[in-house]
């Protein structure tokens, strides 16, 4: 096992880590504002990226196609969100989870009406696919340094926005005390919307990023909506913070579970046990973690509500 | 005198910054009504959810009836016999009257462990039921669903409930929270009948109420427990009447109060 | 003296013999109008339908009845399946031997979940059975001597004896019925025990509950252990049905869809899981015929239902039997 191994790994656990920021971050704001369990959430990031793909494969340009695709996913999930998840705020969380995976089913086959059933495909602009020399002896893909740097960026954004910014004020008062921030006359309804657009346009943006790497294809969401509620809750229900401080974790357990730790078992147990039990041992790790973390701290890491 | 039912020592509550409860003390004699008072803000409720185990403390000691409880879960505290009502309603809404109060009898009375035989034809706790729905006024109110009662009748089977479970000491949170006069009356009379049958802490801003019933008040503010006695030993306190400035005791004329 | 018999409360349910017994009696015909027609193909289907039943009862009585929002049922039909294949596989075939065992392991199962999950609220609950169904999925998967991702086949169904065959369709259906019937019975007894009013209460006022001096867990936890076992059960039937098993009768889409038939049925209903299976596995039916993508009808429904009868297709029945 050798130092460059690892660093190549951390990178790709940073990238996965803020992929899933990404998604998680829209996630909790809408869960720690609204109290609303959006299942639906995995579609967005599927539209999110059909869209982007689409564009890209009719323009020919990448960007253009991340641009427009972004846009169309955060119209779509105001559209959403006006028509039919408003009605489920009020709602119990049973309703919610229902109504919500209603939708994640509608959306998955909608997808495949207008698409089929094959994956789409979707690729890295010319200019960043490449490697790229990060020192002698260690060279690391363009692509996923453009990844880290997007959710750098973002993370650098929202921060700002929710820290600095006016808007950034009612989403964390609304997240912390709905009935507080309804009483200081923020205009909820609006920021509703707007909470939820973003976080659309978050997912279409992860989506985008993440369709060379992984498939562009129908149920894309669902597994990825697993582990970014798994992000959230470790987090803490209604904190980017914990979002990031999740994300990252989660991203690197699992690049780490799934790269390293059947190297471990390898030395360890032998091959056959290594290629018998590793896939296992390292999806079950996240899930090991999140237990474990909801074992000491029931709500989380940064619990946002009162 | 007598080791007292429940003994607070040095307890404390904090939450960030805030010194909610402040190294409170309290003694609570068996059998007498003990109020517990104080301006708005002096945690008073945070007490209330120390002392029955809403809310665990930071340090400091409960005893009751001889039994350290400090570490014990809210339902435990419960069945030895330490019973709270809340100051905002909680009851059984989809459940009538007789059910609610039915199901704080199967609480302290056998196991519900219980997977094959009907509840309902158990006559006896529903009999007890309705004689603790007379009790509190209840009596003709028996399959009203709890949602449908008005406000007073809420309180009520609130104070019901909790009497219900054949408590040792009763823990009443601003039992009469927004009753008329009619309604208080009734409800300081049933607490008083009270008095040497259960032990009461009562936490209550009608002065009235309090100087009607209490055999002890304590008072509370910013969680230190700054003043213990009888209802005259209270009036007369300096620090109390500093505490209370501008407060509910400001109008209490003390020669209105007989002692 | 007052008349001490409550009112109809939402704490007490009947059989509703009125119309249960005939559509029992019904059911008991099917196989017989099956074999006058000639066509057996329908009791099949029709035993699928009864162990969905069960399946979606088991979790009516902790998501319906008890308020636990369980995101991770399926796992536990899966574990019933699973134990019974791969006891088959070691050569164990006596219904007697495997099913115990396989209804005692998930029970088991159920506990160690149970206890860990239920000491969170809310959406964390949620989560976290959501999580350990996952954990199970993915293990299962692993388990390459059982089949992994492809699953597992049974040579053949379990052997009962005494005249009875469940390699014939029949036989199995009847068992099926027989299970069902049995947990209704033993659910209508329970929920006006003891134990169901108190699990019910506590869906209604858990806080309350406590502060009256009830063990809240551990009513939750038995419970969920045997909803959990029941499950198991319909796991088993399940295995013995398909002849197979795989990873994917334990995936939480197939959680969300037991979640789709209670609600559909009647969340809180004592024939919510049986009528939610029913009109879901008939809607699914009748989609399917018209278009490949059912789903999207089938999410539609969902949706309306949620938005619009909350209380399931039961509450409409009741309603639609109060107004005439």
């Known amino acids: 096992m050798n130092a460059i191994l690892i660093l190549e790994q951390m990178l790709n656990g940073l990238q996965m880590g803020l992929m899933l920021f990404l998604l998680a971050a829209g996630l909790t704001l809408v869960f720690g504002i609204m109290d609303m369990i959006n299942l639906a959430h995995g579609s967005l990031y599927m539209v999110g990226a059909y869209l982007i793909a689409s564009i890209t494969a009719a323009t020919g340009s990448f960007w253009a196609g991340l641009g427009f695709g972004v846009v169309g996913a955060a119209v779509f999930g105001v559209l959403l969100e006006i028509s039919i998840l408003r009605r489920l705020y009020q709602r119990d969380h049973v309703s919610q989870v229902l109504g919500t995976f209603a939708i994640l089913l509608m959306c998955n086959e909608s997808v495949r009406l207008i698409w089929g059933s094959q994956p789409l495909s979707l690729n890295p602009p010319l200019a960043l696919s490449g490697p790229v020399e990060i020192f002698t002896g260690f060279s690391y893909p363009a692509y996923r340094l453009f990844m880290i740097a997007v959710g750098l960026a973002v993370a650098g954004l929202l921060y700002l926005l929710i820290a600095h910014t006016r808007i950034g004020m009612q989403v964390r008062a609304g997240a912390s005390h709905r009935e507080m921030a309804m009483a200081m006359g923020t205009n909820v309804q609006r920021l509703f919307t707007l909470v939820f657009g973003v976080g659309a346009a978050l997912c279409a943006l992860a989506g985008g990023m993440l369709g060379p790497l ?93 | 005198m007598t080791k007292p039912l429940l003994h607070i020592e040095k307890l404390v509550k904090r939450f960030g910054g805030l010194t909610a409860t402040d190294h409170a003390d309290l003694s609570v004699e068996k059998g007498k009504i003990h109020a517990l008072i104080g301006p708005n803000g002096a945690g008073k409720t945070t007490l209330i959810a120390q002392i029955s185990g809403a809310m665990p403390s930071d340090s400091g000691r409960i005893v009751f009836a001889r039994h350290d409880i400090t570490k014990m879960t809210m339902d435990e505290r419960a069945r030895l016999g330490l019973v709270r009502s809340y100051q905002i309603t909680s009851i059984f809404g989809r459940l009538s009257v007789l059910e609610n109060i039915a199901l704080a009898v199967q609480a302290i009375e ?26 509190v006024g209840l009596g003709t109110r028996l399959t009203q669903l709890a949602q449908a009662l008005s406000h007073g009748e809420q309180r009520q ?35 008083d009948s009270l008095r040497g049958e259960t032990t009461v802490v009562l936490v209550e801003h009608d002065m009235d109420a309090v100087f009607k019933l209490a055999d002890k008040i304590s008072v509370l503010v910013f969680g230190k427990v700054i003043a213990s006695g009888n209802a005259q030993e209270i009036k007369d306190n300096p620090s109390v009447k500093v505490a209370y400035l501008g407060d509910d005791f400001q109008h209490l004329n003390v020669s209105q109060v007989t002692p | 003296m007052a008349d001490l018999k409550p009112v109809p409360s939402v704490l007490e349910h009947t059989l509703q013999l009125r119309w249960s017994l005939p559509f029992l009696a019904l059911l008991l015909a099917l196989p017989l109008a099956a074999y006058s027609v000639g066509d057996t193909f329908y009791v099949g289907m029709a035993t699928r339908v009864l162990v969905f039943a069960l399946a979606a009862s088991s979790l009516n009585l902790i998501l319906g009845f008890g308020g636990m929002v369980s995101f991770g049922h399926a796992a536990f039909l899966g574990i019933g399946a699973y134990s019974v294949a791969i006891l088959m596989q070691n050569g164990i075939a006596s219904a007697w031997i495997a099913w115990p065992l396989a209804i005692l392991l998930t029970a088991l199962v159920s506990l160690l979940i149970g206890w860990v999950s239920l000491r969170t609220q809310g959406v964390y609950f949620i989560m976290i059975t959501l999580a350990f169904a996952q954990m199970l999925y993915y293990l299962v998967i692993s388990l390459k001597a059982y089949g992994g991702d492809d699953g597992l086949s049974l040579a053949a169904r379990s052997s009962v004896g005494g005249g009875i065959d469940l390699s014939n369709d029949v036989h199995l259906y009847y068992l099926s019925l ?20 108190a699990l019910q209460a506590i869906r209604e006022n858990e806080v309350r509950m406590t502060a009256l001096g009830f063990a809240v867990f551990r009513y939750k936890l038995a419970a969920f252990t045997l909803a959990g076992a029941v499950a198991g059960l319909a796991g088993v039937l399940f295995a013995n049905l398909n002849g197979f098993v795989s990873p994917a009768m334990m995936q939480w889409s197939q959680s969300g869809m037991l979640m789709m038939m209670v609600i559909l049925g009647g969340v809180g209903h004592l024939y919510g899981g049986v009528i939610g299976a029913i009109a879901f596995l008939l809607l699914e039916e009748f989609l399917s015929h018209y278009t490949m993508h059912w789903q999207l009808g089938l999410g539609a429904v969902l949706l309306a239902v949620v938005l619009f009868a909350p209380n399931g297709i039961t509450s409409l029945l009741k309603r639609k039997a109060s107004h005439d």
């Open chain 2, 110 to 135: 056998g196991s519900s462990f219980r997977f094959w035989s009907s509840a309902r034809s158990e006559k006896e706790r529903y009999e007890k039921a309705h004689a603790v729905a007379q009790r």
């Open chain 3, 178 to 197: 027989g299970a069902l019937v049995m947990a209704m019975v033993f659910m209508v007894r329970l929920l006006n025990a003891r134990f169901g009013h």
């Open chain 2, 157 to 191: 089977l609130e104070v019901g409930l909790a009497l219900a479970s054949r408590p040792q000491l009763l823990l009443l949170d601003e039992p009469m929270a927004g009753m008329g006069p009619e309604e208080t009356e009734r409800m300081v009379g049933l607490l």
């Open chain 1, 214 to 306: 992984l498939a562009v294809q129908v149920g894309m969401g669902e597994s990825i909506l697993i582990l970014a509620f798994v992000v959230i809750v470790i987090g803490g229900i209604g904190s980017v913070r914990g979002a990031l401080l999740g994300a990252l974790l989660v991203g690197c357990i699992d690049t780490a579970g799934r790269t390293l730790l059947p190297l471990v078992l390898v030395n360890v147990a032998g091959a056959e046990f290594a290629s018998n039990a590793g896939p296992a041992l390292s999806s079950i790790l996240i899930y090991i973690f999140m237990a474990t973390v909801l074992f000491f701290k029931p709500r989380g890491l940064f619990p946002s509500h009162g």
